[in-house]
């Protein structure tokens, strides 16, 4: 294929290792076959008078699949693609022994040949060995497959018309299951737990504490609450500091973002505010997010304690209350969504009626840019504004193609229909004339983003002259 097609690459390091590996690649595939046909050969004992189904023997002999050519492709996704060009003319030594009313019948697979030109997807990209989640697998065209059968040392392939009806019931069979858009993934990690990405937001209302400590020489406290999610390295979120009020009364909001409502718990901790030194801790509490049922609001009213050990003594003494409303509000799924992803990397939903209002998550993740060059030095970062805040990727020195893989995340009371975003990738060094310098930007309507769902590709720079940069863009509704 490589001769013949420039895009096909010559992988003859890929065909020495199969041919060095083979040896133990043919015991452990067929270790392998052996536990999966098992279960299968034992739902045929006992029907049809069978006694008994097991191999024989059973090897896929000394000649290693070839690879006569590997395409792969670069797209916008969080992928890698690669087409094989595939064949194996083996000497496999496979031979069934079937029992039947006693007698011994032995079937056997000879001078098997496959032909096939596979497309293999590794999805996700994550960052966690052997980094993709799954391994996806599609056939572009009918597989040719070639072998013969014998039984009881016959060749029954050499009965008329047998061999073509084989040959084709096999196409047939495997392009019914196959063949592209038909796939067959093979999990390899769970993405989920991988990369963990938001499914819901936690809505916390902090109402009152009770009967808190007295920490000042006066006989008061200046409390204030600090709240954040377990599982998560995010500066947590703080209310209003109450002076000297032992019963403070806040009936203060916040958001935060949920990744795992099974294994994380909300982490409230009360402090005693002071001017100057380190603020004394009241008490603190924790709440498992399990406890809480989706789309429902839940009052509780904690007793504080000093920390999580249950065997402390000094989670005896009495340090207030404090009193909560939460409720976690799921994302709708992709699926509830009906968002399905296009060639363009453009997630359209099929519903048009479906009211684009209500709450959720917009997600800004910058993957990196290509071909920005400064006048005067090449260290490009970049700049995210969205509604007065600013936020800010890691500088790559020395590079005209930085790679930053870095998401942004907005929770939004409303979708951002009449917003854009502003991106722009600068440059930063140490001199004292010229430190920054700007390496191009780009605007982007965010209504598209809402109507779609999904958007996903590449951006040419403004004010540069070939840079571009990769952004994936996504609105999830609550």
């Known amino acids: 294929m490589w001769v013949k097609f420039s895009d096909y690459d010559r992988v003859d390091w890929l065909n020495k290792f199969l041919f060095d590996m083979w040896p133990y690649l043919d015991k452990a595939i067929c270790s392998t076959i052996r536990s999966i046909a098992q279960p299968i050969f034992k739902e045929y004992i006992g029907k049809f008078h069978i006694e008994a189904i097991e191999f024989d023997k059973l090897s896929l002999g000394t000649m290693p699949p070839i690879i006569y050519g590997l395409k ?64 996806v697998v599609s056939l572009l065209e009918k597989p040719q497959v070639d072998f013969g059968i014998k039984i ?183 699926n509830g969504n009906e968002y399905g992803r296009s060639e363009s990397g453009i997630s359209r939903s099929s519903d048009s009626s479906e009211s684009l209002g209500g709450a959720g998550l917009l997600s800004v993740l910058i993957q990196g840019a290509e071909d920005v060059e400064g006048e005067h030095h090449n260290n490009p970062y970049a700049l995210l504004c969205f509604r007065g805040e600013e936020k800010k990727t890691k500088m790559v020195k020395k590079t005209r193609d930085p790679l930053w893989n870095e998401d942004f995340q907005f929770m939004l009371d409303e979708p951002p229909l009449q917003d854009k975003i502003y991106i722009e990738v600068m440059s930063k060094s140490r001199a004292i004339f010229r430190a920054k310098e700007s390496l191009g930007y780009v605007e982007i309507n965010l209504a598209d983003v809402v109507y779609n769902g999904r958007i996903n590709q590449k951006y040419h720079l403004i004010d540069s002259h070939n840079g571009r940069i990769h952004i994936e863009l996504s609105w999830t509704k609550a």
């Open 152 to 334: 009881l040392g016959g060749d029954v392939m050499s009965i008329p018309g047998l061999y073509r009806f084989v040959q084709e019931n096999i196409k047939k069979q495997v392009a019914s299951l196959y063949l592209w858009p038909q796939t067959l993934e093979i999990p390899v990690l769970d993405a989920s737990v991988v990369a963990k990405k938001p499914v819901g937001i936690l809505h916390v209302k902090v109402v009152r504490a009770l009967k808190l400590l007295k920490m000042d020489i006066l006989g008061s406290s200046d409390p204030y609450v600090k709240l954040s999610l377990t599982e998560e390295r995010l500066p947590a979120k703080k209310t209003t500091v109450k002076m000297k009020n032992l019963n403070p009364e806040w009936n203060e909001k916040f958001k935060l973002l949920v990744k795992d409502p099974q294994t994380q718990a909300l982490e409230l901790q009360l402090y005693d505010w002071d001017k100057v030194g380190r603020h004394d801790k009241l008490g603190m509490q924790l709440v498992p997010l399990k406890v809480l049922t989706p789309g429902l609001t839940k009052e509780l009213v904690l007793d504080l304690v000093k920390n999580t050990n249950i065997n402390d003594p000094q989670n005896k003494k009495h340090r207030g209350q404090i009193v909560v409303e939460l409720a976690f509000v799921p994302f709708k799924s992709e």
């Open 72 to 135: 792969v492709y670069e797209t916008n996704e969080n992928e890698l693609v690669m087409e094989p060009a595939f064949r194996w003319a083996g000497n496999p030594n496979i031979v069934l022994v079937l029992k039947l009313l006693s007698l011994r019948i032995t079937i056997q697979l000879v001078d098997l040949q496959v032909f096939a030109a596979p497309r293999v997807t590794l999805k996700p990209l994550v960052p966690t060995f052997p980094c993709f989640a799954s391994i």
